[in-house]
């Protein structure tokens, strides 16, 4: 275990090191992106919708026991920006992304590709992991984005059409109540969870046994590590943050 | 810091007193040769022997628990690829080598084109024009320049082999490292490899290391013979002479005895 942590340690040092200096893949980085927003971001989509909807559905019925009803989109915005969208945004991330990209890079290590970056005097970590890393930290807050609108869109749609609630206090109170500062925490929470998942995919990955049973265990591994990450950082970010009053 | 400069007469490749373990298994055990620039040497020996290992210390993808490995005078056992002021050292050794591996090793997302592509549009300053040329070339001369577009999923095993030594050879490395090159090759195309390492070595003066199983090819090819047995380097030397000099694993090796100083584990 403590062999792990520092060898992950010692991995990110690398990573960080290679992620700032010369030279640059931008090509590979703007392709695994391309990928990854094909992969993700209709299960993305298909997750936090009915997330916005159950959300609308729930609260109409609290929220009318105290007349309250309008203030509904407070609570849905706030839902979804700051948590629900992160959360299943970067969980998605972690499935789709993550276990794709670490099983890519245990093929890699498995078939002697690895090696053969080496000899040609590429850094491995630089070529393959980095560009993974930047694309999980880049297109993680992307989807939260689509998310975000998604979540609130179906949120909307069963509290104002079909729920009763007045559109135009539908729209006051969302508006009122959701400020850039939980624009901002959600995407961040994002980018921290993308950066997690396309770190421990590239340390799982270049880190692979022999075979290709190995490989699909550190896809497993990436998809459950990662997400069990994200939950318990997202839990501990958000008390950390209401607790600085943020 | 960059390596030294070197005269010309200073040997490719030089193994002092080199040892490798992996765990309480020797592979090598104090190993010591020369390779002059601009030879080809062939390595033989029975599987699990320490051959890869061997070329794998060469060019620092495993470092040797002693000795020393020079590469062109510069010692690339001391060099540690996690330090980021020896990397530099090291990869400015690698881009001496090409190396076909004994898998071949392509890059499977990418055609065969882009495959050998690859070290020329990393290492060279070629305009695309220019490389697809060259690509073609080396394509042509290992008798895959119909399956550029192809990937290597596509290809036989044959073929892969080809398309990798393609790559070894693409930006025209001083040194290149073959590992059983002519394992999964069929007798006639195992024979144009031989014939194209020979016109390489003629035309361009690249130094050649084959790892090989193939008496007919160490016969054909070698202007240095090496034979590693047990983890040891039982004979070496120019191959006139080690033939002449007929050491008895050499001699079982050939004539494929079964009972010799060769054991099978």
Redesign the interface.
Same mark, same amino acid.
């Given at each position: 275990m403590l062999q792990t942590i520092g060898g992950l340690v010692?991995f990110m040092a690398?990573v960080a090191?290679a992620t700032f200096s010369r030279p640059f893949y931008l090509r590979q980085t703007l392709d695994i992106m391309a990928i990854l927003v094909q992969r993700c971001i209709v299960p993305v989509g298909l997750a936090v919708a009915p997330v916005g909807a159950v959300i609308s559905l729930q609260g109409i019925a609290v929220f009318k026991l105290f007349g309250a009803e309008r203030m509904l989109s407070a609570f849905l915005g706030t839902a979804i920006i700051r948590e629900y969208s992160p959360a299943l945004a970067s969980v998605m991330v972690a499935a789709q992304a993550g276990s794709s990209i670490a099983a890519r890079i245990g093929? &890699?290590k498995v078939?002697?590709?690895i090696?053969?970056l080496?000899? &040609?005097?590429?850094?491995p970590v630089r070529y393959v992991v980095v560009p993974g890393v930047l694309a999980c930290v880049l297109v993680t807050p992307l989807l939260s984005v689509v998310t975000n609108l998604l979540g609130i869109l179906s949120g909307w749609i069963f509290a104002v059409p079909l729920g009763g609630v007045d559109h135009g206090a539908f729209m006051d109170n969302l508006t009122a109540q959701i400020t850039p500062m939980d624009l901002w925490v959600g995407l961040g929470k994002c980018a921290v969870f993308g950066l997690g998942v396309g770190m421990i995919a590239g340390y799982l990955g270049l880190n692979v046994g022999r075979g290709a049973a190995d490989v699909g265990k550190a896809a497993n591994d990436t998809v459950v590590s990662t997400i069990v990450l994200i939950l318990f950082t997202d839990y501990v970010v958000s008390m950390a943050l209401l607790g600085a009053g943020l | 810091m960059s390596a030294p400069k070197q005269r010309d007469d200073t040997p490719a490749v030089v193994l002092e007193n080199v040892s490798k373990s992996f765990g309480s298994h020797t592979v090598l055990d104090g190993v010591n040769l020369t390779i002059p620039r601009g030879t080809i040497c062939v390595m033989l020996g029975p599987s699990g022997t320490g051959k890869s290992v061997l070329l794998?210390c060469l060019?620092g993808?495993l470092r040797p628990d002693t000795g020393r490995v020079l590469v062109f005078g510069e010692n690339v056992a001391e060099l540690d690829?996690?330090r *980021?002021r020896d990397?530099d050292r090291l990869? *400015?050794v690698?881009?001496r080598?090409g190396?076909l591996?004994?898998?071949? *090793?392509?890059?499977?997302d990418m055609s065969v084109f882009d495959n050998v592509a690859?070290?020329m549009r990393?290492?060279t300053k070629m305009r695309e024009d220019e490389i697809r040329e060259k690509v073609r070339d080396r394509l042509a001369r290992v008798g895959v320049a119909h399956a550029e577009d192809k990937f290597p999923s596509e290809l036989s095993g044959g073929m892969r082999k080809r398309v990798a030594f393609a790559r070894a050879i693409a930006i025209d490395p001083d040194i290149v490292l073959c590992d059983e090159p002519s394992s999964g090759l069929d007798p006639v195309m195992s024979a144009t490899l031989d014939e194209l390492i020979l016109e390489l070595h003629r035309t361009l003066g690249m130094t050649f290391i084959i790892i090989s199983h193939d008496t007919a090819e160490a016969r054909m090819v070698a202007q240095y013979i090496g034979m590693l047995a047990n983890g040891k380097l039982v004979t070496f030397g120019p191959a006139d002479q080690v033939f002449a000099e007929n050491h008895p694993a050499l001699e079982q090796f050939f004539t494929r005895q079964t009972v010799g100083p060769i054991k099978v584990v």
């Open positions: 010692v690398q090191r093929t &890699m078939r002697g590709q090696d053969a080496a000899v &040609m005097s590429v850094d | 794998r060019v993808l690829e996690k *980021a990397r990869f *400015a690698r881009r080598f190396m591996f004994q898998d071949g *090793a392509l890059f499977d690859f070290p990393l290492h």
